[in-house]
Structures are given as C-alpha cells and as structure tokens.
C-alpha cells in the first residue's frame, strides 16, 4: 500500500497557482526527492502534505486515509525545516524530547529514545546545550533528531541542506541517506539542488510551475529525460542543447548543425526517425559525451572540429567552452585534453547517448 | 602662519582634547543636576526642617516628620490603595492586551486602520481621560447608566464616583481602557517577532495551542510582556490624573493614592517638609521595588 497518495491537488497562494494538479503516489520506505527550480511549487506541495497549508482541490491520503482536514499533528508525520526550527529556549535535549513529551511518553522511554537518535547522529555531548550555543551543521543534526525519535510513517524534509556549507552538505547528506537506509521509512525530500536529488533520491519528482515534469529513477531520468527542461535540469555542467536539421545521409541519418557540420546518427535510432527526415530538431549533447579524437573512432562517435573559447581545469576533469553549431557548448574532457584557449581541438561526439527534442514541443523524440 | 613642525608631527595634546571632551557634555550634565539631582537634595533638606503653611521654619528638625509619617495611618492606607489599583488593572490590561494582540496576528482587511484606532486611548492626556470618563459616569446625564438603563430596562442612577462600591470599579475600567492599547501594541510587535517555522514545528510534533503558547510563544515575548509590564506597574503605582478627575480620592479617602496624598499634603494643605519626607519615602520603596523586580526578571545585568 502506498504511504502517500496525492491525488490531483491544486493549490492556490492569492493569484498565483503553486500546485497544479499533483498525482503521486510514494509507496511506503521509498526516499523520494521533490526537486524544481525555486517558485515550482516544491515547497508548497510538501507543506500541503504536512498540513501546514491546506489543499485548495483534491485529495492527499496518508496510509490509505484521507487527510485534507487533519491538523499536522494527526497525521504521523515528522518534519526538518531549512532554518532547523528550533525551540530557543529549551535545550537539545527537551527539542527533541518535546514531541514525545507532548504525546505524554513515559520520560524513561523518552530518554531512551533520545539518547539513540542522539547517538545515530553523534550529538549525544550536545544535549546540554542551548541551539545559540551550535553551529549550523549541529543544528540541523538536532532538527533531524527531532524529526527521527518521533517514529511517524513520513518524513519530511524541506531543504535541510541550503543552509550549510559546501563541505557540510556532502558530510550531512550522506548522513542522510545512510538514515534512510537504516530506519526503512519513507523520506520525502525536497531541494533545488540537482546533485542531492540525484545522489539520495529513490525516485526524483522533478516538478515545473506546479506540476510534474517528469518522475522516475535517477538514473533514468537522467539518461532518458521524456523533456528537454528534464534534460536540462539534471547534470553538471548541464547538457549543450544546439539548433539543428535532421538529414538523410548515406543509408541512415545525421543531423545538420547550422554552420554545416553532419553529425551521422547511429543505426539503431534510425527506425524512430524515418518520418522527420528534413525537420528541426534540437541536439542534447552532455559535456561529458565529449571527448578529445582519436585518429580512428569508435562506431556511434562523430567527429567535431572547433576552437576553444575559454579553458577551465577542475583538476580531474576541465571544461572547455567552444562553439558547437553556432551557439556556446561545453566539453568535459580529461585533465590535460587541453592546455589554453584558442587551440583548435579534435572533438568525438557520442551520439550514441545524443538525445534529439522536438524543437516546439520540447520533448525528447 | 606659523605652525612648529613639532606640532605637526605629534598629535594634539591629549589633555586639550579630554577637556574639549568634557565641555561636550557639560551642557547636559548640567540639565541632568538642575533639574534631577538638585531637587532632590533640596527635597531631602526641606525633608529634615519644619516648612508648612504656617511658618517657613528651617531649623533642623531630625526624624519628626519622618516618624510623623511612619506613624500616619492615612499614608499606609493610601499606599494599601495604590497596591490594590495595581494589583487589579495590571494583570487585566496584561490579559486584554494579550488577547487582542492574539487577535490581531492574522491579517484581516483593514487590520492598521483597527489597530491605530485602538491606540487612541493612549495617546489623550490622561487628565483629559480622567475627565471625559467622569461625564460618561455621570450619574444623571453619563451614557454609562444610560446603556445600563436600557439593558435593565429600568432607571440605573448608579453614583459611580461616590459610591463606595462602584469607585474602584470606575477607576479601574478608565484605568484599563486607556491604558490596555500600550500592552496590546507591544505585545503585538512581540507576538509577530516570534519565528513562524517554530510554531510550525510545534504543531508537527503534536502540540496544542496551550502548550505551544506556553513552550514556545511565551518565553519568546516574555522580555518585551516584562519591561511592558515593569512601565505600567510603575505607571500604575504613581496614578493620579484620573482619580483626581473620578473621585479626587473620595468618597472621604477612600480612593486617595500615594500620588493623591502626597499633593494633597503638599498643595493644598502645604505641608511642605511632612510631604517631602512622604515623596522620599516612596522613591526609596520604589527604588527597593524595583531593582528587586529587574534582578527577579533578568534584564538589570
């Protein structure tokens, strides 16, 4: 049974329509992400879940009941907020005690509960402590422990992360994932970070003005986005998207950038494309399906002559920016492929892993 | 112009400048002298001789009016109603207060005209409160028995400032109306001060309205509730405009504060050294009240 299901919900905010039409269903112990840009209605779509704002239209059932009416506090959630929340003036210990508290847990139980929440997240030499006296990483690490002895059916996170920095966000979302892995609930997550999305998430919901765009696995997502936003959305540097034609070429198809280029298509695309030989299309190409050519390439590979505009190591890999078909790309090549701008490079495109969108439509073909 | 270059490479002589430092603030440290700490001595000076209506005696005269004062029931009585005023108008106007600015949290169309409109009574002088609530008490022509009239259905001659039992209640209702918007404003400002997630994060973990305000909601507002409540208490402690509009402390002394005696002593009987030990005795008291009342609600250190 699902632990969750949302079924066509809207939600207004005076004139501006956040939540169009949901339907999800999360089935029970699956970590599932809520990731869109800001202003798609992510945050709003958990806050209706949490009761911390009401549903407008349709329905939202926890564990096969419908909840649209019932406080928050009926409905067997916990949840870790972006500015943790904290009450200022009660300890570590009573913050995560007061849940239990408040649905009058014998104190033994309670200290028996906070003291493995406090371990599982090493905070147990904070208790005595006041939130002033923490820092952001602690503090959260208490928000969390807050939301875990509470032993509710969901959990849900609005962008615990933001907050933090750099470094203590990779620390605390693996924190967060081996969490998961070890209570088996159901998590649901929501962030604008690409990266979090892809490394915690079960599913990913990848939500646009309101609705769902596209949900699935990371890894499908990522290599078979249904859009183009999709397409876009995920990955790092994103993916190059570039003008171009589809043309027929010898016994297959290629497709025509606009300074003339012929990229041929593998074989095994073909069948799909028949009839849209001679129409626009736009080319997904992702930085890291470049590389520097070899003088024989593999089948599926096109080559690619360019200059290159702008040079950035990172150390493992570098990037380098040059024009692809008229408009700015970006390659992920190896460390030393090039040395400075304006070196003319050999590019091997892999058109195997190309994805070809339907320029007016925006979806991936 | 002729400038020492020993002048320029050093800076100016420190001592010009502390001195140049001090004829700043002479001005008003003077104001502060003149018209605070001069009085006061004056005042405990004319405490220790024998000035009245009669004679402008300046011949030391030790502790009399001192014990004259300790031994004058009068003066205890008046502190007892001083107390009781106190007691009664400051949790009332703390809980009203409390209660609208509960009320005014949510936004509603015409929310800030509302609440400036609620202001009002603060901002009229209070002898003008005084006196605009002595005509609504009027016992023959005043609105109050008037409505009273009508919701009894019958002539309400109620004497509300002469009436033994009516002439608190008529202090204290002047009392709390002019004065409850002041705790309503600021707790108003403390109640929208308080982080809106952590109310949110209380109704996730399970708590009600009760345990939320008490948990989270009242420690927050508690600094701004006890300085709010520290101004009235002492405002409440000197009242005088309006019961000298009301009553003039009457029936007899019935309704005669601290502040009602020591004028009454002092401007119209003029026994000018007897109500000066009287006004040093309150400053002392209060001085005692309230340091202790600072130290007990933590915002003195």
């Known amino acids: 049974m699902a632990d969750l299901k949302l079924t066509q919900l809207h939600k207004h905010y005076g004139a501006v329509h956040a939540v169009r039409g949901v339907d999800l269903e999360i089935p029970a112990g699956e970590f599932t992400v809520l990731v869109g840009s800001s202003g798609c209605g992510k945050s709003t779509l958990l806050r209706t879940i949490a009761g911390l704002e009401q549903a407008d239209q349709g329905s939202i059932e926890i564990a096969g009941q419908v909840v649209n009416d019932m406080p928050p506090r009926d409905r067997d959630i916990a949840m870790v907020f972006q500015n943790y929340a904290l009450y200022p003036y009660m300890k570590v210990y009573d913050n995560i005690a007061f849940g239990l508290r408040v649905r009058k847990m014998p104190e033994a139980d309670i200290a028996q509960k906070v003291k493995s929440a406090a371990d599982m997240l090493a905070i147990g030499h904070l208790l005595d402590r006041y939130p002033r006296q923490m820092s952001g990483g602690q503090l959260q690490r208490v928000a969390i422990g807050r939301a875990i002895v509470r032993n509710a059916r969901l959990y849900l996170f609005d962008e615990p992360l933001s907050n933090l920095d750099a470094q203590l966000r990779d620390e605390m979302r693996s924190e967060i994932k081996r969490l998961h892995q070890e209570l088996g609930k159901t998590f649901i997550y929501v962030t604008h970070d690409q990266i979090e999305a892809m490394t915690l998430a079960d599913r990913i919901v990848l939500l646009r003005e309101g609705q769902i765009e596209q949900a699935g696995a990371p890894l499908d997502m990522f290599e078979r986005p249904a859009t183009q936003y999709v397409a876009g959305f995920l990955g790092s540097p994103p993916m190059n998207f570039v003008p171009a034609r589809l043309v027929a070429q010898g016994g297959g198809y290629a497709v025509r950038l606009e300074d003339g280029a012929e990229l041929a298509l593998p074989p095994a695309r073909v069948a799909k494309l028949a009839a849209r030989a001679d129409q626009p299309v736009t080319l997904g190409l992702r930085p890291e399906h470049m590389s520097r050519a070899e003088a024989a390439l593999r089948p599926g590979l096109a080559r690619y002559s360019s200059r290159v505009d702008l040079v950035q190591p990172t150390g493992s890999r570098t990037y380098a920016t040059f024009k692809l078909g008229g408009v700015e790309a970006i390659a992920e090549l190896d460390a030393h492929d090039v040395q400075r701008a304006n070196e003319r490079i050999e590019l091997a495109l892999d058109m195997n892993r190309a994805v070809l969108i339907e320029p007016s439509t925006h979806r991936v073909l | ?301």
């Open chain 2, 1 to 301: 112009m002729t400038v020492s270059s020993d002048a320029l490479a050093r800076p100016r002589a420190p001592v010009g400048e502390r001195g140049f430092k001090y004829l700043l603030i002479a001005p008003s440290v003077f104001l502060l002298l003149a018209i605070g700490i001069f009085p006061l001595l004056y005042m405990l000076v004319v405490s220790f001789v024998g000035i009245d209506m009669m004679a402008e005696d300046w011949s030391f005269k030790g502790l009399a009016n001192y014990k004259a004062a300790f031994a004058d029931a009068r003066l205890w009585q008046a502190l007892g109603h001083t107390l009781i005023i106190t007691a009664v108008a400051l949790p009332l106007e703390l809980l009203l207060g409390l209660a609208m600015a509960q009320l005014f949290l949510e936004k509603f169309p015409g929310r800030q005209i509302f609440v400036a409109l609620l202001v009002l009574p603060t901002v009229v002088s209070p002898i003008v409160a005084g006196a605009t609530w002595s005509l609504m008490f009027d016992n023959r022509y005043g609105p109050i028995n008037q409505i009273l009239g009508w919701i009894f259905g019958k002539e309400m001659p109620l004497l509300w400032t002469v009436d033994p039992t009516l002439v608190y209640p008529a202090i204290i209702v002047a009392e709390v109306w002019q004065w409850t918007p002041f705790m309503f404003l600021l707790l108003l400002a403390a109640l929208s001060n308080v982080d809106k997630s952590q109310l949110e994060a209380a109704s996730i973990d399970g708590a009600g309205y009760w345990m939320t305000f008490r948990k989270i909601v009242l420690p927050a507002i508690w600094p701004v509730m006890a300085i709010a409540l520290l101004i009235r208490a002492l405002d409440l402690f000197r009242i005088f405009d309006i019961i000298w509009a009301l009553t003039k402390g009457g029936p007899g002394t019935m309704t005669e504060t601290i502040s009602v005696f020591t004028y009454v002593k002092g401007f119209t009987q003029f026994e000018i050294s007897y109500a000066a030990a009287v006004a040093l005795i309150i400053i002392v008291l209060l001085t005692v009240a309230v340091t202790w009342m600072l130290k007990k609600i933590e915002i003195a250190r």
